[in-house]
């Protein structure tokens, strides 16, 4: 005999939930780890310079370097040390955005980054995770380097970007009208990738969608459910990460993205990932794309043309490689998601492309 459940009302919900969490609101978090007004200043100058160099204004190189993630704010630190000294050194040709990136989505299942799972141990204490991404980034923008986030949780924002100069929408949610709307409110320039299948028009397509103003749900500083109204964010641009067809940093593939951007009325111009599809996961394939694109920049301007690549983005840590998030103990200041360039060969491929 089959026995039908009793469905009252209130068991037809949440059938497939096990728990609610509450965390602290945003509003909470950033009084406690406050950005103060001297790290205000160093962020919206940063991110104006960021909107130059995107538009054109600016000729310096934006070069996004640093970890595929985050897991260890002791080693970020430690990398952000080594960085900062580079920053100031090539501050006339390039500008320099460390990587910080807190939350990672994956193509099934993994660790979903710092955020989500600061002890990489399943507990997922996401209020530790908040603060300690918070204090990490007031940690990083004191040693004068700004710093760039991929934005993944439609609402973790709110507790972090205050203090980023740069954000990115990642190749598997560039296509999402969720995370279009989010960058149209966010207050930094936005670089979408392009799809995972190498498809550029979803970002040329997701650039145009930001710019827009949006009404859509989200929850304000105090954690109340919200409808958001935004003014469009006019600082996006593509970034050409490669796809499951292959490279797209050639210049072909850069003349195809900058047409496609044109004939959507946006400025030609793209950053390209020397990462990901574009070098294979191979971290040593990596230097070599970023040798390809400075040899690409520094013909053009020879030639006496304004190049159309404005950005670069490289994966970069203390050691090269990368390791599984449940090897014990973990290598120090090695990745524990995407295969990085190790600091030496990283130091070495931003002299490169200063001399580009
Ligand atoms: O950049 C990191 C990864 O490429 C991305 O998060 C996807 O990772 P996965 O394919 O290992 O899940
Ligand atoms: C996840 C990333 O890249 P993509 O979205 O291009 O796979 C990343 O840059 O960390």
New binding site residues.
Partial sequence: MTTIPDLTAESTSDRRIKSFRAIPSPDTIRNELPLTQRRALAVQSDRDQIADILAGRDDRLLVVVGP??VHDPIAALDYARRLAPLAVEYADRLKIVMRV?FE???????WKGLINDPGMDGTFDVERGLRTARSLLLDIIDLGLPVGCEFLEPTSPQYIADAVAWGAI???TTESQVHRQLASGLSMPIGFKNGTDGNVQVAVDGVKAAAAQHVFFGVDDFGHGAVVETAGNEDCHVILRGGTTGPNHDAASVDAAVAALAKASLPARVMIDC??ANSG?DHVRQSEVAAEIAADIRSTREAGRPSQISGVML?SFIEAGAQSPDARPLTYGQSV??KCMGWEVSASVLATLARS
Wanted: hydrophobic share 10%.
């Fill in positions: 595929c993630s990136y990672k989505p994956r193509t099934t299942v993994g990642g190749a598997r990462s990901h996961k994966e998601t995407d």
